[in-house]
């Protein structure tokens, strides 16, 4: 785990993470009071789990992926993964300790996240609140079905090309599958062509990752059944992404 | 040469992961409900970070809606009011408009228009110069007008952004009844798909206000949306002289009576709670404001009813108006 502790080491000492943590730990608070509540306080606890889930894809998309592509070029670059390679670390482990590094320091950036959208915004009614705790849990693994394997990506695109690229292409792939989508499906309502349709189907639907209408509206928990659905198949999507960026993954430039 | 079981690990995720795709897609795309992106990213439509834009969004639509239409410097920029200036108000601009050919002769002569100084201090007169860069940035000098296809675009742009804060906010009166007043406006709007739309605007405000007991202002949104749909039925009859159907006139008495019914109830449960005290004088002013304007008008259809039931009575609905108006006063 050498490998990992040097990671984590670097990224600590960097510091940018603390902006974001800053970022998540305090706008959940400030930002509803600007909003128009003052007719109707029971807006004010939703807008706080719904801002909470809002800055931790910000950060996701805005602080991890960009790390992971910088952490993966720069080991790459200096030679760092070429050393661990000689001392018998695998490829495999080498991607996960990386990821692992990178994902610890962002682990605390989901545990604010978790607690403040379940804490500070939990509905009165015993059955709501406990609605309110389920989807909070199905949200926490819907996000990490979507963040975790791109994360991954970055990092192993990191290694081979240089940092923005991979940055630019696994956020590029992160909006796409978040709004873009959207736009395509604008564009298909009245359109028949084939090659755009499937372009659809083979599109990552990571939009359905997004439950925070479900806090923001208190439409109660996913139904066990979709929910399984939709984490088979981002869940897939997950597997496909990880074995694509071992294919990418080089300990040397 | 042997492979080593980590080379196989690869392919077997790509595979896997693939074949868990496709089959949670496949079952995800079925026929009663498709797979479809819900066009509403992290809820932000409709939640308190919404009504903040759609307030927010009124000052871009104001600049684009001055810039492009009246092709005068925005009244929020320039600190004139309407009116205050004959020199370069909306009356001048209008004269000028493209159809016409005309140019913007009032309006590009001399100097861009300087706000007159209301106060000596050094503060003020330092914030006015400020504001008079800002109205010279802005001041048309461009002798010719927009052109026909252009000002198209800029209409097309405003309903973009009009659609785009009622969205955000079907509760808001602002947001919807400048949505519904472009749309029905002949020079913008006025085609039967327009009409179409602002009915949907209008049934979509309504059924936003069903949602809410908390806020007593949606409400009055919905009145006037209810208002909005009863002109919009009721004028083929008017157009054609004839009188209104009782069935139209009864139907928009109730839907129109439920809803203020429903603000006056909820605004006084909202000050029982303090929520109203929250309010500004001048937001709580407003909305009393807005709610006798609707009371006033709903009062017309009571009379209405009464003449269309017995038609064979004297008809001089403004004086029975008239009288009930007068009654209302303290």
New interface residues.
């Given amino acids: 785990m050498e490998l990992y502790k040097l990671t984590l080491a670097s990224i600590l000492s960097r510091k940018t993470f603390a902006i974001f943590a800053f970022l998540i730990l305090t706008l959940p608070f400030a930002l509803p009071m600007m909003t128009p509540w003052e007719s109707k306080p029971s807006l004010l606890e939703p807008a706080r789990a719904q801002m909470a889930w809002m800055l931790l894809w910000t950060a996701a998309i805005g602080w991890l992926l960009f790390q992971g592509a910088t952490i993966g070029d720069r080991w790459a670059s200096h030679g760092i993964l070429e050393y661990f390679k000689t001392l018998g670390v695998s490829r495999w482990r080498q991607m996960g300790q990386l990821w692992l590094s990178c994902f610890t320091v962002f682990a605390g950036m989901m545990v604010i996240t978790f607690i403040i959208s379940t804490f500070t915004a939990m509905p009165g009614d015993a059955v709501e609140a406990r609605h309110w705790l389920v989807t909070n849990l199905q949200y926490v693994l819907l996000f990490l079905l979507v963040i975790a394997p791109l994360l991954a990506l970055s990092i192993a695109l990191g290694t081979r090309f240089n940092g923005a690229a991979a940055y630019a292409v696994t956020i590029g792939i992160a909006l796409y599958g978040l709004f873009g989508i959207g736009y395509l499906e604008v564009f298909l309502a009245d359109n028949d062509n084939p090659v755009l349709n499937v372009l659809y189907l083979v599109s990552p639907h990571y939009h359905l990752s997004d439950l925070t209408s479900r806090l923001v509206f208190k439409l109660g928990a996913i139904e066990a059944a979709e929910l399984t659905r939709i984490a088979a198949y981002l869940g897939g999507l997950a597997l496909l992404t990880v074995g694509v960026s071992y294919q990418f993954f080089r300990e040397g430039k | 040469m042997t492979m080593k079981p980590?080379q196989f690990?690869?392919?077997?995720?790509?595979?896997?992961?693939?074949?868990?795709?496709?089959?949670?897609?496949s079952?995800?795309?079925h026929e009663s409900s498709p797979?479809?992106?819900?066009?509403?990213?992290?809820?932000i439509q409709?939640?308190?970070?919404g009504?903040?834009l759609a307030?927010l969004s009124e000052t871009t639509i104001d600049r684009v809606w001055h810039l492009g239409v009246e092709q005068i410097v925005p009244h929020y920029m320039s600190g004139i009011g309407h009116g205050q200036n004959g020199h370069d108000d909306h009356g001048t601009a209008a004269t000028a408009s493209p159809a016409k050919g005309a140019l913007l002769k009032s309006a590009v002569a001399g100097t861009p228009v300087v706000a007159s100084p209301q106060s000596k201090t050094l503060l003020h007169q330092g914030k006015r110069w400020f504001q008079d860069r800002v109205i010279a940035q802005h001041h048309r000098t461009n002798p010719n007008s927009l052109t026909d296809r252009h000002l198209a675009t800029v209409y097309r742009d405003i309903e973009e952004m009009l659609l785009r804060s009622f969205k955000l906010d079907p509760t808001h009166y602002g947001a919807y009844d400048s949505y519904h007043l472009f749309l029905t406006t002949h020079d913008f709007g006025g085609t039967p798909e327009a009409n179409e739309q602002a009915v949907r605007v209008a049934n979509a405000a309504i059924a936003a206000a069903f949602q809410e007991n908390?806020?007593?202002?949606p409400w009055l949104t919905a009145a006037a949306a209810g208002m909005n749909l009863y002109l919009m039925d009721a004028a083929p009859y008017m157009q054609k002289g004839e009188t209104i159907p009782l069935g139209i006139l009864k139907e928009y008495r109730d839907k129109i009576g439920y809803c203020l019914t429903r603000f006056e109830e909820i605004q006084a449960q909202?000050e029982k709670v303090g929520?109203?005290d929250?309010?500004s004088t001048e937001r709580q002013m407003e909305i009393a404001e807005r709610n006798l304007f609707a009371k006033r008008t709903f009062k017309q259809f009571d009379a209405m009813i009464a003449r269309a039931e017995h038609p064979t009575t004297p008809a001089t609905p403004e004086s029975d108006v008239a009288k009930r108006e007068e009654s209302d006063q303290p």
Avoid at chain 2, 35 to 43: D, E, I, K, T, V
Avoid at chain 2, 214 to 217: G, L, N
């Fill in positions: 980590s690990a690869s392919p077997v995720l790509i595979a896997g992961g693939l074949a868990l795709a496709v089959g949670g897609l079952s995800l795309n797979l479809r992106h819900s066009r509403n990213p992290f809820a409709g939640s308190a970070y009504k903040l307030r908390e806020d007593p202002e909202s929520n109203w929250r309010l």
